[in-house]
Structures are given as C-alpha cells and as structure tokens.
DNA sequence: TTAAGCTTTCTTTTT
DNA sequence: GAAAGCTTAA
C-alpha cells in the first residue's frame, strides 16, 4: 500500500527584477497621470490630453522612456503638426536624456511624406528632385488648368482659382469624392462638376507633367506607396518601432489612414495619440475629431488615458472655460481640474466701439506693466486678423511694441515668391508654375506670353533648356529686350556654385537678375521689401543645398518666428495673434477681444454643420491660454462690411454664460479735469453709474 | 494684350 | 495693410 503522491506544485524562482534605474526621475517629475502614460506598455493608446495638462511634457517624458528603455531613437516616428513642435519636443528629450534623437523620424505628417517620398519617387513615377507647390501655386496651377480646357467662365460663373483649391484638397483629405465635397461647400457649382472634374484631372496630369507634389498629394502619394508597395511598407514597418502622434483631434481622414498603415504590419500596433476633442479647430482643412472619437474601434484592446489635471490657469479661467464647452454635444466628457489657488475673477467688458476697445486694451497693457508685468507675458487674441488693426494703431500711438502672428506668413508674400521662383526652376526645370511667374516678372509680359513659351518649351525633358536655345526673333518687340535678360539669369542659375549656395543665388536674382527694378516699380514699399529679401539670403546662409532649401522654406514655414537672424530676442513684445495660431500657447494675461455676435462665433463658420461647436472649441482654446488674468471684451458697435456703424450684441458664448462666472467692468469717461498726468486715462471699475455711450448695456445675460 | 489705377474685400490656414 | 478684381487707357 503505497501513500498516495503529494500533489506537486511548480513554483519558478525569478532572478530580481533588477530595479531599473533611469536618468530620469520619472516619479518625481510626473504627477500620476502623467506617468501612466509614460511607462504604458506595447500597444494601441490613446490619451485625452485637456488644456493645459503637460501634454508635451508628458509625451517628451513618453519618448524619453521608451529611448531610456532600449529604443533607439532613430526607431521612433513623432508626428505632429507643426514643425516648431517637432523640433521642441526633440530637444527637450535631448535635454532630459542627454542623447542624440535627431535620427528619429520626427515632423509634420507632411515633411515626413516628403522625406519617404523622395527615395521612392521614381515608384510613383515621380523624379527625385520633385517641387512642392504651396496654395497659391496650385491655385495658379489650377487657373491654367482651367483656360487649358476653354472653360465658358465668362458665360456661366465658375469656380476661381482658391476655391477649386479648396474643394479639391477637402475631398482628398476627406477621403470623399470631388462631387461630395462641391455639393456641401458650394452647391451652386453642382450643375458644372463634370467641368470641375475635367479640370482636376487635367491639374493631376500637369503636376505628375511638372514634376510637383502640391500639400495633398504628399500625403496621398505616400498612401499609394504604402499600398502599392508592400515591400517599401513592411521595410518601414520594419524600422518604426514606435508611432506617436500630437494634435491627434485635428488629424484628417487622410492622415489617420496614414498612420493605421504604418501600424498595419507590426504585431504589436505600438501607436500613441494623443490629443484634446475640445480643441479641434481645423475643420475648414478636413479635420476630424471622429478619427479620435472612433479609435477605439479602428484599434481593440486600446488603452486609453486622461489628462485633466491643469497646471496652466487659475480655477476662475478654468470654471469659465468648462462652463462654456459642456454647451457643445459632440465631446468627450471631461473636467478641468484645477491645481492652481484662486486669483482674480474673469473680466467682461462692453466697449462703445471698436477704437475704444482699443483704447481700452492698450490702457490696461500700460497697467499691467506698471504692475510689473512683462509685455512678453500679455496676448491680445481675436477671431480674424482684420479684428487686430485699430489695436495695431493704437499700440503704435502709445508705443507699446508688439509682434504679430497672423495674416500673411514671410514665404507667402510675393516678393519672397517671385525670387524663390527663380530657384525652384533651376533645381526642377519642369516646374510650370515657377516657369510663368518668373517670366511674366518681365515688362509687356504676362499671362498670353507666358503660356505661349511654356507650351513650346513643355514638352522638353529640360524645358528651361529648350527655352535657353530658343529663336526669339518671333517674340513681341517689347518683350524682347527682357526676355534676353532673363536668359541670362536663369543660365547662370544653373551653375554649380548656386546650386550650392542658396543665399548667393537669391542676391544673385536680385541684384544681378534685375530684380530689385521689378520691385521698386511693383511695391510701393519696395525698401521694405528688399531688405526682407536680404533678409531671406540671410537665412539661407547655412545651406549649401538650393534643393534642401527649397523644401524646408515650403514645408517648414516661417524664419521669423525663431532660429532667424540671431540676436533680435526681444521679449519686451506684447503678442496679437489669432486663436488658431495662439493654439498650444499660453501667457499671464490674455484679452480675447471682438466678441461680438457674428464675428466670434463667426456667422459664415456657423453655417458649416457644427460650425457653432466648432467656434466654442475656437472660443475655449482662446480662453485656456491664460494663466492669471482673462479678459473677454466686446465692441457694442462696429462697422459692417458697407461701413456703416452698426450695433453688435454681445457673442453668444458670453451670453450663455451664468453671470457667477465672471465681473462685468463698466467703462467711464474719463474725468473731465484735463491734467498731463501719468495716470490721465478714464478711470476704470465696476462703477455702477455707466457714463459712456448711454444707449448701450444691454445686461450680458 | 498689358498695365495702371481705382475699388473692394478680408475666417480661420500647423502643411 | 495687402491683395484681388474691375475698368479704362495705351
């Protein structure tokens, strides 16, 4: 009789986990939250990110980690939405960890495609070298496609340039047909789509002929390389051991499916979103919050995380701005939660009109001067650049300095264009649109002759070549003397030595190519402009590369904002800016000003469907970028588009509003003592005796 | 066909 | 403040 056998229990002895040890130290610098994120493992995440709740800092702080961990940078894709923001989170992780990152694939999605598109062009039947067109050349583009195709514009209306533009990049970035995108943004031109797709599909042909991406067709083109080429695709997925991806509220349909490609072929589907549905603002370029709200159902077994713990404003600004988005329907509930003690209460304040208003904004800058605070730390915002000029008078009456960020952008204007032209042709002869505007700079040349050489010379492998060779004896008199000219410098363009040097090839275009005559006789501030273009040369002084220029100046934006000319730090600046470009931003003291009842909510957006939930988005980006002080202000007239003062309610999103939320200031005139005195301004304060435009006040509730 | 001069218009615009 | 659109002149 045997004893039974005991039962046999396995018990694996572990070696102890060694405890990790990092540079960084994780725990300390991270709040719960943020440290989740940080160390979540493999796998589809999304995080929810409020305003203000060390977003950045918690995926510089996810990067870090993971390189801390083992992966090599270069391993690593970082998308974003702006190129500053790339470049900001890479250093910082540089700062943090010590260690080189700057082979990661980090970049807008657009410079991204560029860079993966350029080695694999020839697959898309595209040369290396191709250009990139920024809005306005394909617009230009577009208008030629358009008298291409001897379209009756005169008889019946059609389409200009910028809108075909418009519905053409929306149905590519929404994934939706060309017909769906002119039947809900301009149903009247329904009756002429066949048109409209005749002279897109001529645009594409002329492209692939010019050897030139426009924005879309970076992004479009690296989606057909993915799924056309499955090699290229798995060799990527391959080398990408990580996705992470900022803003992801405002990423389009396209982008989206950018991003599920480069995860398709990896097991593990390591992608991190991360991004704010409340702070989706760009709609009016295809994006969508659903590629955020459904992501979860794109990626099972998501992990998902929420950020509400603000550092950034005081409980007053964020009751206000909580108060203010629970009126929207379509977002993902969320509440900001203060960590910051009780400041000053959120200022409403109705002015008589626009000048006042900015009488009133300049006045209490000066104050809050006075009170020690910096320029640097004050934001005026508005809804549309126009909103800003009296303010811009006003500032420069008082001499207060500022610096603006909106309107027109450094690469955009067209001097900057024309001369850049000149470039862009001697790196990719094929390039039509560089062609033209660069021959139609010549006097007794312009839109006819232009078209007619291109047309002769098109067909070439080198057109600038053919052009160089041709008899020009049949051209018109007038002309001929400056075509001559040109001649010679696109010739001299073509040397190595400027293809090497961009800076000596734009002051070669200007002083040398005659264009500094064009200017003085084109501008009416051409000073101003040339010293811009020198400024330019400038900043193209550290490349030895037109080509490489060339891509960064179209993908890369704007010198002025930062890494320009260096030296000119000057952070004694107030900053006017729109809200779309205040985005990720944050001062002390901001004033958002116009609120008035169709201007901000804007009463064109309004009729996009969601066009009001997107402008309280807008209106609560605005109001989250204040840390101490917010101040909500209202002109009570204003002049309309014919010029005729007219009386404007308040916005609506002051309006909902429950008056506990926010002090309503009063303004007074000023005393009518005339004394010089520092202080001699209208007093301000919650006076209950309004003395200023007695027809007024109707009650902000 | 070009150019000059006037009026009109301006939502936002990471690429 | 700047660019686009329109009309008229050359």
């Not at 293809?499 to 264009?515: H, L, N, Q």
Request: aromatic share 8%.
């Amino acid at each position: 009789m045997a004893d039974p056998a005991p039962p046999v229990k396995r018990y694996v002895l572990r070696t102890a986990a060694p405890a990790r040890s990092y540079r960084v130290d994780y725990a300390r610098e991270l709040n719960e939250e943020q440290r989740e994120v940080v160390f979540a493992p493999e796998g589809p995440t999304i995080v929810i990110a409020g305003a203000g709740s060390g977003k950045t800092r918690t995926l510089v702080y996810r990067v870090s980690r993971l390189v801390e961990d083992g992966t090599p940078p270069q391993r690593l894709c970082l998308l974003t939405f702006t190129n500053r923001a790339a470049r900001e989170m890479t250093r910082r992780v540089e700062a943090l960890i010590g260690e080189d990152v700057s082979g990661a694939l980090a970049g807008t999605f657009h410079s991204v495609a560029a860079r993966l598109l350029r080695p694999s062009a020839e697959l898309l039947g595209y040369r290396p070298n191709f250009s990139i067109l920024d809005g306005e050349d394909s617009k230009e583009l577009l208008e030629s496609a358009t008298s291409d195709l001897n379209i009756p514009v005169a008889e019946r209306r059609f389409p200009k340039g910028d809108l075909l533009r418009e519905l053409l990049s929306l149905s590519v970035n929404r994934g939706r047909s060309l017909g769906e995108a002119v039947a809900s943004e301009a149903p009247h031109f329904l009756s002429q789509l066949p048109a409209i797709e005749a002279v897109a599909k001529r645009y594409g042909e002329r492209k692939v002929r010019a050897n030139a991406m426009d924005y879309d067709d970076l992004l479009s083109n690296l989606k057909r390389l993915l799924e056309e080429h499955p090699e290229v695709r798995q060799a990527l997925a391959r080398r990408i051991a990580h996705v992470l991806v900022d803003e992801y509220q405002d990423v389009n349909h396209l982008q989206a499916q950018l991003v599920d490609l480069l995860a398709r072929d990896s097991p593990v589907r390591n992608v991190m979103v991360v991004g704010d549905d409340a702070q989706s603002i760009y709609s009016f370029r295809g994006a969508d919050f659903e590629a955020l709200l459904g992501f979860p159902d794109r990626y099972p077994g998501v992990r998902m995380y929420r950020l509400e713990t603000n550092y950034r404003s005081t409980p007053e600004i964020l009751r206000l701005a909580d108060a203010s988005i629970a009126f929207n329907a379509r977002r993902f509930e969320k509440t900001l939660r203060p960590t910051r003690g009780a400041g000053v209460p959120v200022a409403v304040v109705g002015t008589a009109d626009v000048p006042q208003q900015a009488q009133f904004v300049a006045q209490r800058i000066l104050e809050l001067r006075d009170e020690g605070l910096a320029l640097s730390e004050i934001a005026v915002l508005y809804r549309a650049h126009y909103q800003s000029l009296e303010l811009q008078m006003e500032l420069t009456r008082r001499g207060i300095p500022f610096e603006i960020r909106s309107g027109l952008r450094f690469f955009e204007q067209q001097h900057v264009k024309d001369v850049l032209a000149f470039l862009k042709l001697a790196v990719n002869p094929k390039d039509e649109t560089s062609f033209k505007r660069a021959i139609k700079l010549l006097p007794k040349v312009g839109e006819r002759i232009a078209a007619t050489f291109w047309l002769a010379v098109s067909e070439a492998a080198d057109p600038v070549e053919t052009f160089l060779a041709l008899d020009l004896s049949k051209a018109p008199a007038g002309a001929r003397a400056g075509l001559k000219g040109f001649r010679g410098t696109l010739t001299a363009l073509r040397k190595a030595s400027y293809a090497s040097s961009p800076a000596e090839a734009i002051r070669f275009v200007v002083e040398d190519g005659g264009y500094s005559e064009v200017a003085k006789t084109k501008f009416p501030n051409s000073t101003a402009r040339l010293d811009d273009l020198e400024a330019l040369a400038q900043f193209a002084l550290p490349y030895d590369d037109v080509g490489k220029f060339l891509q960064e100046v179209t993908l890369f934006g704007d010198p002025a904002g930062e890494d320009t000319v260096a030296g000119e730090k000057d952070d004694e600046r107030l900053v006017l800016s729109s809200v779309h470009q205040a985005k990720g931003l944050e001062w002390r003291a901001v004033f958002l000003v116009g609120l008035s009842e169709d201007r901000f909510p804007n009463a064109r957006a309004c009729r996009a469907p969601e066009g009001l939930e997107e402008e309280r988005r807008l209106f609560h980006v605005a109001v989250t970028r204040a840390k101490d002080e917010l101040t909500l202000v209202h002109p009570l007239a204003a002049y309309d588009r014919t010029g005729i003062l007219v009386m404007t309610e308040p916005s609506r999103f002051l309006r909902e509003l429950p008056g506990d939320l926010y002090e309503r200031w009063v303004l007074e005139a000023p005393p009518p003592a005339p004394s010089l005195s520092g202080s001699g301004a209208p007093a301000l304060g919650e006076a209950d005796d309004p003395t200023l435009s007695g027809e007024d006040d109707e009650p902000v509730n």
